[in-house]
């Protein structure tokens, strides 16, 4: 409880004590007192309180403390409102959501400190922040904790944190503008000093803002200290670039690529089929079951099916999730947890997936694909088939540009093939799972070339009235 309601006394000298001059005032109803061993320190106290009076600040009735005063004694630091703020958000954030908090605020942290004497390695105090203080864990009571204040870290990490405690910055002095341009500069670059790709630049300062409006709303600033920052993010270019998204055909020999290449890539090969036809994310073909489409009768080889997407199990290392899977289980990106997505399947598809289920069967819980123990298939794996596919499918030349560099690339040829089929954009961007608006982001281009086309039929009309 804060009031104005504050007396206070003379300084009063009460000898044979150690302090003999003691310094008394009350705030609201409860006496205060400080002694002190001489007179000039007493009498500079009561100064100070008296300031704190005239200049029409409340008193603490509890600590007998001007406000300004209280706030400066119990304003965490940097690193402990960073803490917080992981604590704050890891029940609900996604995995991969939390591993990007901790990334940012490991790259952070080590700059906003009052002194670099006697700091450890960086990458020793990088692996220690990311893995250890912005990591948390699950207690037995459900609690959400720090990993370094359940388990016992290494030596090294202990002390590397230790470190950071005792250095880190008040966090008014960390909001400063120098200090959190330095912060940028530090998001800017990689740990071997080389420039971050923009997009890594744009997501790490979007977590610090996140965590810097946490300290807004705990009332710790007037407003995010970015806002007065003349910083600009980096210009990012989203547009897919379509030299290097593979063709019809090309697609075709990457999947039949995959699939010469023994019993995994003859396991596989409709795992791509599903990427590229249907237009799906990896992580989303991942968590596929024989639950989730309906296929048309084998009499009718021409026919369209179904696929009705739920699930989506995005890799993400075990330390992120609440199970220690390698992998989380979550609905659709961006959608409600139970929100579906239903795609067609076109016949080509729909062959793969039946050949797929009379011949490999499905894992107990229903998934098409899964690796040899009958986990979720690595990414390691199915992207070691498709370098392999590459260099057989493209030849040389090609296969030493980006084209197809990543099996993500079938999924963009997917949907670049229905846009310049002619499909509605919107229902292109229903079959992606995107919103309208990403799509036009992401492949403008070709929907641009769409936009020009049909400008010259408005106008055919238009000059024939």
């Known amino acids: 409880m804060h009031t104005y309601d504050v007396e206070i006394w003379s300084i009063r000298q009460r000898k044979g004590r150690p302090k003999p001059y003691e310094l008394r005032w009350r705030v609201g109803t409860r006496p205060h007192s400080k002694s002190f061993k001489v007179h000039a320190q ?24 001007p406000v300004d005063e209280l706030a400066a ?53 990088r692996s220690a922040l990311y893995g250890w203080a912005f990591r948390a864990v699950a207690t037995a009571d459900g609690s959400v904790v720090s990993r370094f204040a359940h388990e016992d870290p290494p030596q090294e990490i202990a002390a590397a944190l230790a470190w950071l405690a005792q250095n880190s910055m008040k966090l008014s002095t960390a909001g400063k503008p120098e200090h959190m341009r330095a912060a940028l500069a530090a998001l800017s670059l990689k740990l071997d000093g080389k420039a971050a790709a923009d997009n890594t630049v744009n997501r790490k300062v979007m977590a610090l803002s996140n965590c810097l409006r946490y300290a ?52 596989l090969a409709a795992f791509f089929g599903c990427i590229y036809y249907a237009g799906m994310r990896p992580a989303e073909v991942s968590a596929l079951k024989d639950t989730d489409y309906v296929l048309p009768p084998e009499e009718d080889p021409d026919a369209w099916g179904e696929l009705l997407l739920e699930e989506s199990r995005p890799e993400v290392g075990a330390g992120w999730t609440d199970d220690g899977t390698s992998y989380e289980t979550r609905g659709l990106k961006r959608r409600a947890r139970r929100a579906t997505r239903p795609v067609p399947a076109p016949p080509v598809l729909v062959r793969m997936l039946r050949e797929h ?109």
């Open 357 to 465: 289920c009379a011949q490999y069967g499905t894992a107990p819980d229903g998934r098409l694909f899964r690796a040899a123990e009958g986990g979720r298939v690595r990414s390691t794996e199915y992207c070691g088939l498709w370098a392999t596919a590459r260099k057989e499918a493209l030849g040389p030349r090609d296969a030493k540009t980006p084209l197809a560099e990543v099996p993500y690339s079938l999924r963009h040829a997917g949907v670049s093939l229905w846009i310049k089929a002619g499909v509605d954009p919107v229902e292109v961007a229903r079959r992606a799972g995107h919103s309208v608006a990403v799509l036009f982001r992401f492949y403008a281009k070709i929907l641009r070339g769409g936009q020009e086309h049909a400008n010259s039929l408005i106008g055919a009309q238009l000059d024939g009235e």
């Open 73 to 125: 004694l119990t304003e965490p630091t940097w690193y402990e409102h960073a803490l917080a703020y992981v604590l704050m958000k890891w029940p609900r954030a996604a995995a991969k959501h939390r591993a990007g908090i901790a990334e940012a605020l490991a790259v952070v942290s080590p700059v906003l400190v009052t002194t670099t004497r006697g700091a450890p390695d960086r990458k020793v105090l």
């Open 216 to 267: 807004v709303e705990k009332g710790h600033y007037p407003r995010n200290p970015l806002l007065g920052i003349d910083w600009t993010p980096p210009k990012t270019d989203d547009e897919v670039d379509f030299r290097y998204v593979p063709g019809p055909s090309q697609a075709r020999a990457l999947i039949n690529g995959v699939k010469e290449q023994g019993v995994r890539g003859e396991h």
């Open 42 to 65: 007493a009498d500079g106290r009561r100064s100070e309180l008296m300031s704190a009076l005239r200049n029409r600040q409340q008193f603490d009735v509890d600590t007998g403390l």
